[in-house]
């Protein structure tokens, strides 16, 4: 388990004298299992789409703020674009990078440093660490390989060059040419090893 996730838990089962038998923590982070794979769950459904990732509600509180909440403190933020309306973060031992924007005019401060105001467009999950803390419902994480994300996402849309597979899509009313179908869950597959080198969400939570 990563450190930062298993701190909650450790000050819980120390302050009670139970950390081999006691319950779930109940300051361990919001977002994380229980279970003894303590992952980071993307859940979604053929009906209603991407429904929640990591303990996010697409539909809900987005904010860089709540990542933190729910993730931990993350090892770095760096701002992006000419006005620093984004940011780039990163969570090293949950293998995740995250690019949060705040569109509204950040007052001489950075999309960094609004945490309250900045929310999440995409997030990109790869490497060992991204194996071991997320996986979707459905069983795929990175390494898995291209057939057996097939056999689980029986509808995903496969796109040329790039090695994407489209495991989940959905609406977006703003952006060039749109509305249109955008992928809210997908998968990059190598070509060399047939198997997913990394998990990407995009959620456009500034627009719209």
């Known amino acids: 388990m990563p450190a930062r996730l298993r701190r909650g838990w450790v000050a819980f089962a120390v302050g009670v004298g139970a950390l081999a038998s006691g319950p779930a923590s109940a300051g ?25 990732f990591g303990g996010m509600n697409p539909r809900g509180d987005l904010t860089l703020g709540r990542a933190i909440r729910l993730w931990g403190e993350p090892d ?9 309306e984004g940011c780039r973060v990163r969570w090293r031992d949950l293998g995740l990078r995250a690019e949060f924007l705040n569109l509204s005019g950040v007052g001489g401060e950075t999309a960094c440093e609004t945490e309250s105001d900045s929310r999440v467009d995409h997030l990109h999950i790869s490497g060992a660490d991204g194996r071991r803390a997320w996986r979707t419902d459905r069983g795929i994480r990175v390494g898995a390989t291209a057939r057996y994300l097939a056999s689980r996402y029986g509808k ?34 190598s070509a060399r090893t047939g198997k997913v080198t990394s998990l990407n969400l995009l959620i456009s939570g500034a627009g719209d």
Request: charged content about 25%; aromatic content about 8%.
């Open 28 to 52: 361990a982070p919001a977002g994380v299992s229980s279970s003894s794979s303590d992952v980071l769950v993307i859940r979604s459904s053929d009906r209603s789409g991407l429904r929640s």
């Open 76 to 84: 770095s933020r760096t701002p992006r674009f000419s006005h620093d």
């Open 156 to 189: 995903a849309r496969r796109t040329r060059p790039r090695g994407e597979r489209w495991m989940v899509t959905g609406r977006q009313f703003f952006g060039v040419d749109c509305p249109c179908t955008v992928p809210r869950l997908y998968a990059k597959v």
